[in-house]
């Protein structure tokens, strides 16, 4: 895996990919050799490719979209992987840490948190009584 590693991080050094903040749609295109709808699939098909949007809707990408845009490609199209695998693969890698947005990743998490309270909301009510109680006492 680690071999697999370093062969992506070289055939991407290797693919020259100029100095630059954001990149639009159409420059990633043309970097990565696919047409601009393929890039919009692959948005919505790998979680960790999510360039931002600029006021009027165009897509911006940075640099480590447009590398991510390239280790897809490699994967598809010369590792001949399927989009599950290579987003199987790409997770695997740590590469799917960024999430589609803030609010899918506090859903996530909050998925993930065990409850704090097993009684639920009447245990909350309980602690809210007990907090006013201790404010009284202090005022």
Request: glycine share 6%; aromatic share 8%.
């Amino acid at each position: 895996m680690a071999l697999e590693m370093t062969e992506a991080a070289e055939e991407t050094a290797l693919q020259e990919i100029p100095d630059k903040l954001y990149f639009r749609i159409g420059e990633v295109s043309q970097l990565a050799g696919v047409k601009p709808y393929v890039l919009r699939f692959w948005e919505n098909e790998f979680p960790s490719l999510m360039p931002r949007k600029s006021g009027t809707g165009q897509r911006l990408y940075r640099r480590k979209d447009v590398e991510t845009v390239l280790e897809i490609k490699r994967l598809l199209y010369d590792k001949r992987f399927t989009i599950e695998g290579a987003r199987r693969f790409l997770e695997s890698r740590g590469k799917a840490v960024t999430e589609a947005s803030p609010a899918k990743a506090r859903k996530r998490a909050r998925a993930q948190q065990p409850e704090l309270f097993s009684g639920g909301a009447a245990a909350l009510d309980e602690v809210r009584r007990e907090l006013r109680a201790i404010l009284e006492l202090l005022s």
